[in-house]
């Protein structure tokens, strides 16, 4: 017969094991779960260390998930080549298109003097997807006058914080410039993209080239009081994650006015035809044009005249902030006083101006080390601040 107390002591027994061998397997679980958990966070950092680096520089406008790509050009209106400029244009003006989707080909665009045609004129738009290969080139000739034309251009499209403007992808722009006939009028006019007095908009890239004037130009919209007083309403918040700007007849980027402006990376080259001939200019005209703009690095090779050129007259204030600047071979068709990254100013106001480079970097070149860095302003209203000079051999 079996013991009753032993019996007892066995079932005890099953019991205790049972309950220890519940707790390893929860505690078990837990780990597993643990671990998992860690290792899905660490992949995600990784994820997100790669999109969005510790550097806030980088990735300004980051590309969206390809699920919400999906979702973004699903919900879209295609745009495509075959297109007439004015269909494109009648879409891009239309409110109720709020994403578009620009297909992968060459889109012309036609400068006409007479039918008032010049170039693509941007509405706000919740997001602009740029599909790979696509390209806006100019056909046409310039007008013989001073007159101002845009391959594309943005005149005070407000968008908000909570919504900016998107631009996925490369905007691509070729001016198509001729220097024969941008000699006969000056080439200062024929922008590739112009911004002027508008808001919240971010462009992941920008490639503006061979543009009768300069690849990309930021400014205000001039207007007047009852009383005549000037107002300036100047671009603000924009963001571009690179900019690249080569052999353009005036500048690579012309600043006039803008506030709270912010570039990662820009790539400037062979600006040469008609002055400044600048990698980047600052260059406000009026008192009310202000500027604020904070640059990561610049990067400025065979521009004619400078790599970076500051012409500065009445305006209330100026911030330029920039990282970094690296100088490749600028402004050596300068002789006599001629200068590699600053030129000098204009004229002064009361309220002092600020230039801050952190860091500048120069490929040397024998015998131009005077020729590199000039400040010809004459007054102590103005600042320029560099922290450090280093010459790179090549």
Not at 373 to 380: A, I, L, R
């Amino acid at each position: 017969m079996n013991d009753p107390e032993n019996t007892l002591l066995i079932k005890k027994k099953i019991i205790n094991y049972s309950i220890i061998i519940g707790i390893i397997l929860i505690i078990a679980i837990v780990i597993v779960v643990v671990i998992v958990v860690i290792k899905k966070n660490e992949s995600q950092n990784s994820e997100k260390s790669q999109i969005n680096p510790s550097d806030p520089w980088n990735n300004l406008i980051p590309t969206p998930s390809e699920e919400k790509m999906r979702e973004l050009i699903q919900n879209s209106y295609n745009i495509v080549p075959s297109m007439t400029q004015s269909e494109i244009q009648e879409i891009l003006l239309n409110d109720l298109y709020q994403i578009i989707y620009f297909t992968k080909g060459i889109y012309n665009l036609e400068i006409e003097h007479e039918n008032k045609i010049y170039g693509l004129k941007f509405s706000r738009k919740r997001y602009v997807i740029l599909d790979k290969g696509v390209i806006f080139n100019v056909i046409g000739e310039p007008f013989k006058k001073y007159t101002d034309y845009y391959a594309l251009q943005f005149v005070r499209v407000v968008a908000t914080e909570e919504e900016p403007m998107i631009f996925l992808g490369t905007l691509e722009i070729n001016g198509n410039r001729n220097p024969s006939i941008d000699s006969d009028f000056g080439g200062t006019c024929g922008m590739g993209l112009a911004l002027y007095s508008s808001q919240y908009i971010n462009f992941q890239e920008i490639y503006s080239y061979n543009n009768h004037g300069d690849g990309i130009y930021i400014g205000s919209g001039i207007g007047y009081t009852d009383k005549g007083e000037i107002i300036c309403n100047y671009c603000s918040n924009i963001k571009i994650g690179k900019a690249r700007c080569k052999k353009n007849y005036r500048n690579g980027i012309s600043v006039i006015a803008g506030v709270n402006i912010t570039v990662n990376e820009i790539y400037v080259e062979e600006s040469i035809g008609s002055l400044p001939e600048a990698g980047i200019d600052f260059e406000p005209s009026k008192i009310c044009e202000i500027i604020d703009i904070k640059i990561n690095k610049i990067f400025s090779k065979y521009n004619n005249k400078c790599g970076i050129t500051t012409y500065t007259s009445e305006s209330e204030s100026i911030k330029v902030e920039i990282n970094e600047a690296y100088s490749d071979h600028d402004s050596l068709s300068y002789k006599n006083g001629n200068f590699g990254l600053f030129a000098g100013s204009k004229t002064c106001s009361k309220v002092q101006y600020f230039y801050h480079i952190k860091k500048v970097y120069f490929n040397k070149v024998i015998g131009r080390e005077e020729y590199i860095v000039k400040q010809n302003w004459g007054s102590d209203c103005h600042s320029l601040i560099i922290d450090n000079i280093t010459f790179l051999e090549r």
